[in-house]
């Protein structure tokens, strides 16, 4: 199945409304200089993430073609994310371009960066890498979800896409110099979280760097009253909180060498939290894949 082409009003809607955060975001901070290249890379990041979205609604209804109503239906869906695109930008803006240029001075590598995007969604978080690492790059993208890879690859011919689990990975040992975790990380069950990170970190290369950017629990409080609308609503995720991930971390042999917190409003349950790791020499590493 090829990805699902747009009707011209359904593709409109889409460019409208990008148009219309790109409107609202230079008002609100006219006074502030922030960087062109990010700017347009993120309406640019909002735009195909929208098109997604709405062709997966196509997708469900048994559709061929994304048509308008498809879009409108992406509005009611998610308009809440949509409201809050400025205040995601300035995470990019100010938290994920400052981490970026610390893993460009961080890492080591010969002449090519080779980076496994786990959990890649259609590639969005690698083409921010590619874009900032400055350097020749070979990506490897893995997910779960065909209709993601598939519009990924429409999108960026020179990634390599996989279909495949991030907590179950067919890659040699240390084949990789970086591995990016972008909101991905809380969709792992608490009881494998130790094991996928173990995962990571074999196919990652001596002192490679894992870098995971993700929201997760404010506080423990935020996390109980998720825990219970779980209960309620399946469908409601519940997010580590950030202790937890440290933990596990340290436990699979990684080492924080940066961390930085991206607050959204304080009435919301998660805050983005990014953590940049290296991977630690150990004896026990290639066992991990078998533990």
Same mark, same amino acid.
């Given at each position: 199945?090829?990805?699902?082409?747009?009707?011209?009003?359904?593709?409109?809607?889409? =460019?409208?409304?990008?148009?219309?955060?790109?409107?609202?975001?230079?008002?609100?901070?006219?006074?502030?200089?922030?960087?062109?290249?990010?700017?347009?890379?993120?309406?640019?990041?909002?735009?195909?993430?929208?098109?997604?979205?709405?062709?997966?609604?196509?997708?469900?209804?048994?559709?061929?073609?994304?048509?308008?109503?498809?879009?409108?239906?992406?509005?009611?869906?998610?308009?809440?994310?949509? =409201? #809050?695109?400025?205040?995601?930008?300035?995470?990019?803006?100010?938290?994920?371009?400052?981490?970026?240029?610390?893993?460009?001075?961080?890492?080591?590598?010969?002449?090519?960066?080779?980076?496994?995007?786990?959990?890649?969604?259609?590639?969005?978080?690698?083409?921010?890498?590619?874009?900032?690492?400055?350097?020749?790059?070979?990506?490897?993208?893995?997910?779960?979800?065909?209709?993601?890879?598939?519009?990924?690859?429409?999108?960026?011919?020179?990634?390599?896409?996989?279909?495949?689990?991030?907590?179950?990975?067919?890659?040699?040992?240390?084949?990789?110099?970086?591995?990016?975790?972008?909101?991905?990380?809380?969709?792992?069950?608490?009881?494998?979280?130790?094991?996928?990170?173990?995962?990571?970190?074999?196919?990652?290369?001596?002192?490679?760097?894992?870098?995971?950017?993700?929201?997760?629990?404010?506080?423990?409080?935020?996390?109980?009253?998720?825990?219970? =609308?779980?209960?309620?609503?399946?469908?409601?995720?519940?997010?580590?909180?950030?202790?937890?991930?440290?933990?596990?971390?340290?436990?699979?042999?990684?080492?924080?060498? #940066?961390?930085?917190?991206?607050?959204?409003?304080?009435?919301?349950?998660?805050?983005?939290?990014?953590?940049?790791?290296?991977?630690?020499?150990?004896?026990?590493?290639?066992?991990? #894949?078998?533990?």
């Amino acid at each position: 199945m090829s990805v699902l082409k747009f009707t011209e009003e359904a593709n409109n809607l889409i =460019l409208n409304s990008v148009q219309k955060i790109e409107s609202d975001i230079k008002n609100v901070y006219s006074k502030q200089r922030f960087d062109e290249k990010i700017f347009k890379i993120f309406l640019s990041d909002v735009e195909h993430t929208m098109k997604f979205f709405a062709a997966q609604l196509a997708k469900a209804r048994g559709a061929k073609i994304v048509e308008e109503r498809d879009v409108k239906a992406l509005f009611k869906k998610f308009w809440f994310e949509l =409201l #809050r695109k400025r205040k995601t930008f300035l995470v990019y803006e100010y938290g994920v371009r400052r981490d970026l240029h610390f893993i460009r001075a961080a890492a080591k590598s010969s002449k090519t960066f080779r980076v496994l995007d786990v959990g890649c969604g259609w590639g969005r978080a690698s083409r921010w890498f590619c874009e900032f690492l400055g350097v020749e790059t070979e990506v490897v993208a893995v997910d779960l979800d065909i209709l993601s890879l598939k519009y990924g690859k429409s999108l960026n011919n020179n990634f390599s896409f996989l279909r495949a689990h991030m907590s179950y990975l067919p890659f040699k040992s240390e084949t990789f110099d970086i591995t990016l975790s972008s909101n991905s990380f809380h969709e792992v069950e608490s009881e494998n979280r130790d094991r996928t990170l173990k995962e990571w970190a074999f196919c990652l290369r001596h002192s490679g760097l894992l870098y995971i950017i993700d929201s997760f629990a404010r506080s423990h409080m935020s996390k109980w009253i998720q825990m219970l =609308l779980h209960v309620i609503f399946p469908k409601m995720e519940v997010h580590p909180y950030p202790m937890e991930v440290e933990k596990c971390l340290q436990f699979s042999h990684f080492k924080v060498i #940066r961390k930085s917190r991206f607050d959204f409003p304080i009435f919301t349950l998660n805050s983005f939290h990014s953590y940049i790791a290296c991977k630690q020499a150990t004896d026990k590493m290639i066992e991990g #894949r078998e533990n």
